[in-house]
């Protein structure tokens, strides 16, 4: 998943970027509204992180705005204003969620996945194909007998294609969908992560098949 978040504290966004890179989200950082713009603009995001109190304006404006422009990326507000009334004006504004400065980062990440699972209508952390099993939380891989753990990046491209089986995906989507702009990323490195799937499904029912010209998609194997 690809993440913006907007924060001018340095040493704390520093350290949201660092957890979530851990998790292998990709994740751009702005420490200004008018940056944050620039992003939108240019790259497409699963989650915003949103800061309220910015050098160059108020986070509930941003968020207003990005309501009346009728965009539904998910938005989490990071506040450290606690007070009830304020958590209900960020809820009525549109945020789908608040987090409260300062906050367990175990806490932060539960909360994104959670505003991720009712995005995508899910009920729990699991996504199932053909008998497998994708486990977003562990990263486990499970059919038949069978249980891998996936390392970061490549649990969160199969998290692509279990989201939307059967659509193809272009290697410059799934560029922007895994890599931040300050990540050195390529068409070979996606050839390279496919590969490695490739080699965790096998003996699956679930099978990545290159479509030539557009791209890959996950079908029945």
């Known amino acids: 998943m690809r993440y913006l ?7 704390l966004a520093g350290a949201i970027v660092e957890r979530l890179q ?8 702005a420490d200004r509204l008018d940056a944050a713009s620039a992003c939108m603009d240019v790259a497409n995001y699963d989650l915003i992180l949103l800061d309220i109190m910015l050098p160059d304006g108020d986070g509930r404006d941003f968020l207003q705005r ?12 990071i506040t450290a ?7 209900i004006s960020l809820l009525d504004l549109g945020a789908d969620d608040y ?6 980062f175990a806490e932060l990440e539960a909360r994104c996945r959670a505003v991720l699972r009712r995005q995508g209508g899910a009920a729990d952390n699991q996504k199932t194909f053909e008998g497998t099993v994708l486990n977003l939380t ?23 294609f279990f989201a939307a089986p059967g659509q193809v995906f272009s290697k410059s989507h799934l560029i922007d969908r895994m ?29 990545i098949e290159t479509v030539r010209g557009l791209g890959y998609r996950m079908i029945p194997a």
């Open 99 to 104: 987090i409260t400065k300062p906050f367990d």
């Open 138 to 160: 562990t990263g486990a891989l499970q059919f038949g007998d069978s249980s891998t753990n996936l390392r970061n990046r490549e649990l969160r491209l199969l998290e692509v």
């Open 5 to 11: 978040l907007i924060e001018d504290n340095q040493k």
């Open 81 to 87: 204003r606690s007070a009830v009334s304020d958590r």
């Open 179 to 207: 890599f931040s702009f300050s990540d050195e990323a390529s068409e070979n490195a996606i050839e390279v992560y496919v590969a490695r799937l490739r080699k965790r499904l096998e003996g699956s029912g679930a099978r």
């Open 22 to 29: 851990l998790d292998g989200h990709a994740v751009d950082h």
């Open 66 to 77: 990005q309501r009346r422009a009728e965009k539904r990326t998910p938005v989490i507000v």
